[in-house]
Nanobody, 127 residues
Framework: VQLQASGGGLVQAGGSLRLSCTAS????????MGWFRQTPGEEREFVAA????????VYAESVKGRFIISRDNAKKTVNLQMNILKPEDTAVYYC?????????????????????WGQGTQVTVSS
């Protein structure tokens, strides 16, 4: 499974960005997908996750109400719409695939659960 993230950039506080992650290989429609972010010297931080069928979503408290995760299984993409961006949202954002998720297990917020990772896309929010 290969993941390619895109859509990062520089935006002013209060603005919006939409990240996309396109998958190739594997069976995308059966994977739970997540977004994480990381700043220099810090651990990778959970942002949002979505189940394979889009029936379940979970968000970090810090982004709840501002970010929206979605997916299109036909296009093999997962998106992260980021609104009302804040300087503290500045980070490299990574998409990730959890191939072992299933309906009875809660969506994982732990980076170690995800087996495949995209290369990351930089998001910078200026104040």
């Amino acid at each position: 499974v290969q993941l390619q993230a895109s859509g990062g950039g520089l935006v002013q506080a209060g603005g919006s960005l939409r990240l996309s992650c396109t998958a190739s290989g594997g069976t995308f429609s059966s994977y739970d997908m997540g977004w994480f972010r990381q700043t220099p010297g810090e651990e990778r931080e959970f942002v949002a996750a979505i189940s394979s069928s889009s029936s379940r979503k979970v968000y970090a408290e810090s982004v709840k109400g501002r970010f929206i995760i979605s997916r299109d299984n036909a296009k093999k993409t997962v998106n992260l719409q980021m609104n009302i961006l804040k300087p503290e949202d500045t980070a490299v954002y990574y998409c990730a695939a959890d191939t072992q998720g299933y309906w009875a297990r809660p969506l994982s917020v732990v980076s170690g659960t995800y087996e495949y990772w995209g290369q990351g896309t930089q998001v910078t929010v200026s104040s």
